[in-house]
């Protein structure tokens, strides 16, 4: 259990280093509704990446099985195929990176977040995690890791706890923060957030080749 935990650790911090959620609770929690919103984005977070992570444990069950040592080639491919999917990801941040002296601009949505309600904040929130097409491939990924493991069912959920608490530390650690000391955590976040805004595309689209040659690597050791 111990090397599956260590095989998605790359993966859960794919996760959980993405910008754009980070922002978005950041935001929230310096809008007037902070408290309620910052829980429901909470909430819908960590639902996201339990649901896109089970739903592919669950599916890799089709998978053929093979014995301790043994070659597992269909596993290979859907990690081949992951991670060419997350490079090309990569591409295609890096190519959208702002210009030297171009500010990078906000999604129309984030402009918006200031008027969400609890039901808005879990629902985007749940969409960034579980159906986000970056968030979506490392959720596979991890699935399909998890799934051919052969671990035992509590196993299986204990390693899933795991994964999602490292995927969702940096929405749980600020909104939890904020919930005990909010006025000393106003600055800093609004630091954080301009950095994160200006740094968004570069940051994902590193992230995104290490994790994407990370699971082409695998992916070729499974054959």
């Known amino acids: 259990m111990g090397s599956v935990i260590g095989e998605l650790l790359p993966l859960a ?14 935001l929230m929690l310096l809008s007037p509704k902070a408290q309620i919103t910052s829980i429901g984005f ?7 990446i ?22 597992h080639p269909v596993t290979g491919v859907i990690k081949l195929v ?9 591409v295609r941040n890096w190519r959208g990176r702002p210009k030297p002296g171009q500010t990078a601009a906000l999604p129309g949505w984030m402009k918006a977040i200031e008027t969400f309600t609890f039901v808005k904040a879990l629902g985007l929130a749940f969409l960034l995690s579980g159906v986000n097409p970056k968030n979506l491939l490392l959720g596979a990924a991890a699935g399909v890791t998890i799934g051919g493991a052969g ?8 390693v899933i706890v795991v994964f999602t608490l490292i995927a969702a530390a940096t929405v749980l650690v600020p909104v939890v923060g904020y919930q005990l000391a909010a006025d000393k955590l106003a600055r800093p976040l609004m630091t954080l957030r301009d950095w994160l805004q200006k740094e968004n595309a570069v940051i994902m689209a590193v992230l995104l080749l290490v994790l994407g040659v990370n699971l082409i690597g695998t992916g070729i050791g499974s054959f």
């Open 13 to 26: 911090l794919g996760i959980a280093v993405s910008p754009v959620p980070i922002i978005a609770a950041i």
């Open 42 to 48: 909470l909430i819908g977070w960590v639902a996201g």
């Open 50 to 71: 339990v649901v896109a992570v089970a739903a592919f444990t669950l599916l890799s069950g089709v998978l053929p099985e093979g014995g301790p040592g043994e070659a």
């Open 82 to 90: 992951l991670g060419a999917l997350l490079i090309v990801l990569a």
């Open 151 to 158: 671990l035992a069912g509590g196993e299986v959920v204990f």
